[in-house]
């Protein structure tokens, strides 16, 4: 694998670019050319025009999409007709299921949900309940949030809004009891109390992946939430509900990118708790970790914006070294978390501790 292609190159996509450039050659596909200067070449076009996406395409070894979740298939769809790898971010479970039909048959990868969630909490949750001989119950929650949040909603809008209120809408797949059901999102809320600040966690889709398929069986309870500060399900329940805006998305989109814009001082919360037998011994393992803005190439990049980029980036140098498959279907939690923090991308997570 030699040259890669990003598509989309908003914030995550320019860094998934700028990440990869130091060990691919990179080429950068928009609409638009990027606001600033990148360190890798850029092609406009439109993912719609499939003659050009294709011609685009053609020349990499291997694409990522970084563009909204309801835009991956086309790209995707090329990717699995010129016989390239292909990765992905996206939250979304329909896109991942028709992805997942195309790696069937497809000569390269398919690896879509590469991000933070799904993506490197499923990696995180694998590594926690592979030590265990039974387990009885795997836990997981990220937030990506204001460091120092105001107003009744404490939040900001770090990543794409779309995604957002697509998984605060879409139902969300748990295990519970043994059984693998679905629940609807913004519920469930608990409060979580990690070194004196409290948060609210709640159901949200997407977020677990393919791990409940995977855990079917194994695990009597398995589930995914949100963190947010307190407060914050409630408000969200009030305008998609009260307000029957979920059936406005963009209309729901417009206003909460204005109320709440992007801040520069932003934190991501990883935290994975398992519970099970180490052989006849009940034991528990947890995780946590707060990740906070770092410098790449000089430039400062939000928590959210990393956090993202660098996961997916380090799939790809796996799929590139051997470490993964090179073929099919490929499941985050399959991915060890060992070897993905040897990556150069992945040891971006190590260096924040």
Not at 173 to 188: A, D, F, T
Not at 217 to 226: A, P
Not at 248 to 261: G, S
Request: proline share 4%.
């Amino acid at each position: 694998m030699k040259n890669v292609a990003v598509v989309g190159l908003g914030k995550v996509g320019s860094l998934v670019g700028t990440l990869l450039s130091d060990l691919f050659t990179v080429t950068g596909f928009d609409q638009s050319r990027p606001a600033t200067d990148l360190s890798f070449a850029v092609e406009t076009g439109s993912i719609k025009d499939t003659a050009q996406l294709e011609a685009f395409l053609s020349k990499q070894d291997a694409v990522v999409s970084c563009l909204p979740y309801n835009l991956n298939l086309p790209v995707a769809q090329a990717a699995h007709k010129l016989g390239i790898h292909y990765f992905d971010l996206t939250e979304d479970v329909p896109t991942t299921a028709a992805i997942r039909e195309m790696a069937k048959t497809s000569k390269g990868v398919m690896a879509p949900q590469c991000g933070l969630a799904p993506g490197f909490i499923g990696i995180v949750g694998a590594d926690l309940y592979n030590r265990f001989t039974k387990l009885r119950d795997v836990e997981l929650r990220v937030g990506a949030l204001p460091r120092y949040p105001n107003g009744l909603m404490g939040y900001s809008f770090t990543w794409s809004p779309a995604g957002v209120i697509n998984e605060y809408i879409n139902d969300s797949e748990v295990i519970h009891n043994g059984e693998r059901k679905m629940v609807p999102s913004l519920e469930g809320i608990e409060m979580i109390n990690i070194e004196g600040q409290e948060f609210e966690a709640f159901s949200t889709s997407g977020g677990l992946g393919t791990m409940c398929e995977t855990l079917a069986g194994k695990v009597d309870t398995l589930n995914y939430k949100t963190m947010r500060y307190p407060g914050h399900a409630k408000l969200m329940r009030f305008l998609l509900y009260e307000l029957i805006l979920k059936e406005k998305r963009e209309l729901v989109e417009q206003i909460l990118t204005e109320a709440k814009p992007p801040v520069r001082e932003d934190v991501v919360y990883v935290y994975a708790v398992v519970e099970g037998w180490k052989g006849d011994q009940l034991a528990r393992e947890e995780f946590y970790h707060a990740y906070h803005p770092i410098l790449i190439h000089g430039k400062e990049w939000r928590a959210i914006s990393w956090t993202t980029a660098a996961s997916v980036a380090a799939v790809v140098e796996m799929v590139a070294n051997g470490t993964l498959a090179n073929q099919g279907f490929i499941k985050q939690e399959e991915i060890s978390y060992e070897a993905f923090i040897k990556t150069k991308n992945g040891s971006l997570y190590q260096s924040q501790h």
